[in-house]
């Protein structure tokens, strides 16, 4: 699940009358410029705008026409099926159409109808995370790691890890006071983005201020899951997890060598806490001399989570209320790790899953900075997509890099770190010990069976693909298609996820990348590349990009066909009424069983991002399309070989910048 992660897709919204493209994503659009008026030392910005000025205007994700999602749902089915596959897959989706899909469907409008303060997605999936049994490690946390802060000394990890907290403080300080900028995308900013146009839309009231921005081609995003940011965390229940967030604290968790440490960063008036006294704390607990804890109860966090939610209870039992509040009702966590990093490899593995001690996977978001300054965020998904972790991650960089609050060499202040800094002491019986040594034992056997690691093509990127006039994005989906028909001989179900956050409480869609018309350009590529032209070969690129561009588009205003069928499939699910054989046709399962998982991420603050693969025998594809260069960070289990993968992708990528430049494949 993990490859839910929405991370940069090309969205467009469509209104009556405009076709709007832009690039958006279910983990953040680029950060905004800052407001002109002078920002106080508590907060990022105060913006002209309320935060959630325009929340309440946004316009409702629509419920796509049943016969439009069986339509899109077969041609999805039809470069993954044989003639006779398809017929029969063919035959089972239009009786679903004609009958009990009709059924569902109408059902599913009458609800959505009374439903306004959100969209018929939401409900089922949160639902669907929070009922999910599996770990979060692998399963759902995905990672994205900083870019290195251009001066060198302030990678220093004591440094780092001070000037994170406190831009992350003030983001929170500036998100609860309603001064963050709102999200908005801006087609036109000169007109929209400007100091004049928000102190005219501020006036506006809030249930008509998107169409004042409309009115100006600038479109503001869902910001409802920004809520869940800070003091959040997953709370594992048997059967269904709930998600707990306490806007009230005021405290930090550290984790640094499997213990767990709290203290105050917010004052009782609502003030951040120097940064020198934020500084001297965290060297408290970096030069702290306690061993690692024989029982390190982060482990648990990384368990099954009906496992965890009855070791949570026996935690209960035992004493550990107060302390666990603590670690719940945490704004966020930081782990400081005491390892560095030895390459990008390495990162990955560090920042998705570590050593499963010094960590807590069920906060909303977790800054982890190793013992070299490389620094990352994981977060836990169920929350939400990453709309708003990006943002954070986005708006911590540039404060960081730009008005560090820390400076290298500080002197510590003049505070008592040790009666200010608490390091949580857990009552362990024996059956929880055991529990612990069973989680660890769990999570070695899996973390050990990932293995990860990473390509860079040098040779064309984005600038190439638009002269040329294709999607870079859709030339890098072409590549993945080609690499697995390289590797493995077949075309075979692929994800991309693309926001609908142009929407309210819109969650993601899926753009479905394996076509027929890559289907064919593979083919031709990778099998029957001296019987065709160098023009054949272009006019196939171009029918490529032309119809991922749609798919794209389709997805981004919430017309694609994943989220519709299963919502379909949910409300006759909570009906108790049978399954149509649309969802036990065998092409369904395959087409939800995404071999190919991918997500794409380009952020100045980002160097990298991943995940693991969604099924045993898939890929997890995290990539970024750059103006010259290409690069793919790719995950997969013992079943697949990553990379024997990347090699087919680079060979790929090749030979489609040699056809761009006319040059003919052998």
């Not at 897959?89 to 239009?94: E, M, R, S, V």
């Not at 990955?348 to 800054?367: I, T």
């Not at 069928?565 to 006759?572: D, E, G, K, Q, T």
Request: with cysteine; charged share 20%.
């Amino acid at each position: 699940m993990a490859g839910l992660l929405a991370v940069q897709c090309a969205a467009s919204l469509r209104k009556p009358g405009s076709l709007i493209h832009f690039k958006s994503a279910a983990v953040g659009i680029h950060s905004q410029r800052l407001s002109s008026r002078r920002v106080s030392s508590e907060y990022l910005q105060e913006s002209v705008v309320p935060s959630m000025h325009y929340q309440k205007s946004l316009p409702r994700l629509p419920v796509p026409k049943l016969e439009d999602t069986v339509r899109r749902y077969l041609a999805a089915q039809r470069p993954l099926l044989d003639n006779d596959q398809f017929s029969a897959t063919q035959k089972i989706a239009l009786d679903f159409q004609k009958s009990v899909g009709k059924q569902l469907h109408e059902e599913l409008v009458a609800q959505d109808k009374h439903n306004k303060h959100t969209s018929y997605i939401s409900g089922p999936w949160f639902d669907m995370y929070l009922s999910a049994r599996d770990s979060v490690v692998l399963n759902f946390n995905p990672f994205m790691s900083f870019n290195a802060d251009p001066k060198a000394e302030y990678n220093e990890q004591l440094v780092r890890s001070a000037n994170m907290v406190c831009s992350a403080v003030r983001f929170m300080k500036t998100l609860r006071a309603g001064l963050l900028e709102p999200e908005v995308f801006h087609l036109n900013p000169a007109k929209s983005n400007t100091d004049t146009f928000k102190k005219l839309i501020r006036w506006v009231p809030s249930s008509l201020s998107w169409y004042g921005a409309y009115m100006v081609n600038a479109y503001p995003l869902d910001m409802s899951q920004y809520f869940r940011l800070f003091s959040s965390t997953r709370i594992p229940k048997r059967g269904r997890d709930e998600l707990f967030t306490d806007e009230k604290s005021r405290h930090l968790l550290v984790m640094r060598k499997g213990n767990m440490y709290v203290f105050d960063v917010v004052d009782r008036d609502g003030n951040m806490v120097a940064p020198v006294e934020i500084y001297s704390h965290l060297e408290y607990i970096l030069s702290d001399p306690t061993p690692a804890p024989a029982f390190p109860l982060g482990v648990l966090t990384s368990e099954n989570r009906d496992v965890w939610a009855g070791l949570r209870d026996q935690l209960l039992a035992a004493g550990n209320a107060e302390h666990l509040q603590m670690v719940d009702s945490a704004l966020f966590c930081l782990c400081l790790d005491d390892e560095s990093m030895r390459d990008h490899i390495h990162i990955s593995h560090n920042m998705l899953h570590g050593d499963g001690c010094n960590r807590w996977y069920d906060k909303s978001f977790s800054v982890i900075v190793s013992k070299d300054g490389q620094a990352a965020i994981n977060f836990e998904h169920s929350w939400g997509d990453g709309v708003a972790v990006l943002r954070v991650q986005n708006e911590i960089f540039k404060d960081t890099t730009e008005k560090p609050l820390v400076q290298p060499g500080s002197a510590a202040a003049a505070v008592d770190s040790a009666s200010a800094v608490h390091r949580l002491h857990f009552n362990l019986n024996p059956e929880l010990q055991s529990g612990i040594q069973k989680a660890k034992e769990n999570f070695d056997s899996a973390v050990s069976k990932l293995t990860i690691d990473a390509m860079e093509f040098r040779k064309g990127g984005k600038e190439q693909l638009k002269k040329s006039k294709l999607s870079p994005d859709a030339v890098a989906q072409l590549a993945f298609q080609m690499g697995y028909l390289r590797q493995y001989g077949q075309t075979v179900a692929t994800y991309e996820s693309c926001s609908t956050a142009a929407f309210k409480h819109g969650r993601t869609e899926t753009i479905r990348p394996a076509t027929v018309h890559t289907k064919r350009c593979s083919h031709a590529f990778v099998h029957q590349p001296d019987k065709h032209s160098v023009e054949q070969l272009c006019a196939m690129l171009s029918d490529c990009s032309k119809y991922h561009g749609q798919l794209t588009k389709e997805a981004a205003m919430g017309q694609g066909f994943d989220r519709h069928l299963f919502a379909l499939r949910y409300l006759a699910h909570s009906k108790g009424q049978a399954l149509h054989s649309l969802y036990t046709d065998p092409a369904y399962a395959a087409i939800n069983h995404n071999i190919l998982s991918t997500s794409t991420l380009t952020s100045p603050a980002v160097s990298l991002g991943g995940f693991a693969p969604v099924v045993p025998d898939g890929f997890g594809v995290g990539y970024g399309v750059h103006d010259d260069w290409i690069g793919c960070n790719v995950s997969s289990y013992p079943a697949r070989n990553v990379h024997e993968f990347l090699q087919c992708v680079h060979k790929s990528l090749e030979d489609i910048f040699s056809v761009l430049e006319g040059k003919p494949l052998s």
